[in-house]
């Protein structure tokens, strides 16, 4: 039984994303665990399986993406995300669709850089302030004890 070249189709993989740490798990990496309700939970490396394990709350947990969206170090609420949400509508090829689409998606990606920049920026702010207190308030304690080192001293004969 023979294919014709046409007849070939070219199966995707699924990126996944890791139930603890939110990165990216490629098809063959990593490891999936399904709980007895059916739920299944995907971990990106043993890092992250053993924390799920030992019940730790990934918001608490320093190194992961919850941590950083709940403590304001990234950007948790934009409309670029809508673009990343998982759709398992299926849709019947359209060339013109998929072009629009993979244009989108690249403008998308433009404009969520340049909200992280500016969100970076706005967070980096006060920062930039306070080394300078910190500065001034340095020199200011240098050049007191600069003072007192160069006090004239008395020379007992």
Not at 54 to 74: D, I, M, Q, S
């Amino acid at each position: 039984h023979r294919r014709r070249a046409d007849d070939q189709t070219t199966a995707t993989m699924r990126v996944g994303k890791c139930f603890f740490c939110s990165s990216p798990v490629y098809p063959g990496h990593g490891i999936a665990f399904a709980r007895n309700d059916a739920k299944l939970f995907q971990f990106c490396r043993s890092k992250c399986h053993k924390n799920f394990n030992l019940k730790r709350n990934p918001r608490k947990v320093r190194w992961t993406k919850a941590f950083r969206k709940v403590r304001g170090k990234e950007m948790t609420v934009d409309t670029t995300f809508e673009m990343e949400k998982r759709r398992n509508r299926p849709l019947k090829y359209d060339r013109e669709l998929v072009g629009t689409t993979l244009r989108a998606m690249q403008r998308a990606a433009e404009v969520q850089e340049k909200r992280a920049l500016i969100h970076y920026k706005n967070r980096m702010a006060g920062h930039k302030k306070e080394a300078v207190k910190r500065a001034r308030a340095e020199i200011a304690a240098n050049v007191v004890d600069d003072d007192a080192s160069e006090a004239p001293v008395e020379q007992v004969a």
